[in-house]
């Protein structure tokens, strides 16, 4: 990979989302600090505390994040895991919430600082909502069972695709790694693991035959319980990355 990509221009190169990752990590991980924009409170999930870090290994044209994201060099100061967790606990307490997460990016890249912050604010009364693209999950085996040994956290992993076609078009990464996700959830059912799926279906996106292969993947990996399906929404960030990358849905 010889420049690091930002989003998805027409006629773009599929990508390696896991030489993505590596690069990725180069530039938003330092030891056991990650980069973040903000700490904030929200009022999703009920009112949740929110560290907005930097840095993906996908490239979503529907993705609604900052562009951080495409160009992490320019956004960001790093925190050790000691401090995001100090500041995500404080803000929680400030407004008594009881679920904490990291967003804005993909939370399970700088695996040292995720696991560093897990630490930190286990045994506090307060879940983790860990959102993910289920790529790291599904691609390292070992981290379902590291994350089995937290109780208070709660996976939500997001399916971009159901089909390999769908994954290269939608997604930049190359089609071949279209299963992890799906693997990311096995391996949490292995683990026992508290989390549910989530999948962009939204039809403006995914053909309705996608649609189906994704239900039907999914129950071979024995998952029956709720699907969150998500809808794509006119974010300034998501308009830019659907034009560049040629999608015309509003
Ligand atoms: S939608 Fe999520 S997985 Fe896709 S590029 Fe954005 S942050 Fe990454």
Same mark, same amino acid.
């Given at each position: 990979?010889?420049?690091? %990509? #930002? ?9 390696? %989302?896991?030489?993505? /990752?590596?690069?990725? *990590? ?22 949740? &505390? ?17 562009? &951080?994201?495409?160009? %992490? ?6 925190? &050790?895991?000691? *401090? =995001? =967790? ?16 990291? &967003?804005? =990016? *993909? ?17 506090k009364g307060i879940t983790f909502i860990l959102e993910t693209?289920?790529? %790291? ?6 981290? #379902?069972? *590291? ?21 290269? +078009?939608?997604?930049? #990464?190359?089609?071949?790694? /279209? ?11 292995? #683990? ?6 989530a999948a962009m279906t939204d039809p403006r996106l995914m ?12 129950? $071979?990996?024995?998952?029956? +319980?709720?699907?969150? $399906? ?21």
């Amino acid at each position: 990979m010889q420049e690091y %990509p #930002a989003y998805l221009t027409k006629g773009f190169t599929p990508y390696d %989302p896991i030489e993505l /990752w590596r690069l990725t *990590e180069e530039k938003v991980c330092r030891g056991d600090a990650r980069k973040y924009t903000d700490f904030y409170c929200v009022g999703v999930y009920g009112g949740i &505390s929110t560290g907005y870090t930097v840095g993906c290994c996908l490239r979503c044209v529907f993705c609604w994040v900052n562009f &951080s994201r495409d160009f %992490p060099d320019k956004y960001g100061d790093f925190y &050790s895991a000691e *401090e =995001a =967790a100090r500041r995500l606990v404080k803000n929680a307490r400030k407004k008594r919430f009881t679920k904490l997460r990291i &967003s804005g =990016a *993909e939370p399970m890249l700088c695996k040292k600082h995720l696991l560093g912050v897990l630490d930190r604010v286990a045994g506090k009364g307060i879940t983790f909502i860990l959102e993910t693209n289920g790529i %790291p999950l599904g691609y390292d085996a070992r981290y #379902a069972t *590291e994350l089995a040994g937290y109780s208070d956290i709660h996976v939500r992993v997001s399916i971009k695709a159901g089909s390999l076609r769908g994954f290269e +078009d939608r997604t930049g #990464a190359r089609g071949d790694f /279209w299963e992890l996700p799906f693997r990311a959830v096995e391996g949490l059912m292995q #683990a026992g693991v508290s989390f549910h799926v989530a999948a962009m279906t939204d039809p403006r996106l995914m053909p309705r035959d996608e649609r189906r292969n994704l239900l039907r993947r999914l129950r $071979e990996t024995g998952y029956t +319980d709720w699907i969150e $399906e998500e809808a794509c929404d006119p974010y300034r960030t998501s308009l830019v990355r659907l034009r560049e990358a040629g999608f015309d849905i509003f």
